[in-house]
């Protein structure tokens, strides 16, 4: 198992490691998922912490559920 950093995200028991340095205004991330409402509330968490404003949208990707975030600001 994995150790979880402080800044992973693990809405279904799984690690997503987010290059959250890289992340600019306008950049979005997706993290697959089936616990969309776990993994929305962990990258609201993020962001505010960040004192970023965000936007986002559950949908499917290439066949595959999940969150899509968007730095705004």
Do not use: Y
Not at 10 to 31: L, T, Y
């Amino acid at each position: 198992m994995t150790t979880l950093k402080l800044n992973d995200l693990c809405p279904d028991g799984v690690r997503v490691v987010v290059n959250w340095e890289g992340m600019v205004v306008g950049a979005s991330i997706f993290v697959p998922c089936v616990d969309t409402r776990e993994a929305t509330k962990q990258i609201k968490a993020f962001f505010k912490k960040k004192d970023w404003k965000l936007e986002f949208r559950v949908h499917a990707e290439s066949d595959l559920l999940g969150v899509r975030a968007w730095r705004t600001c």
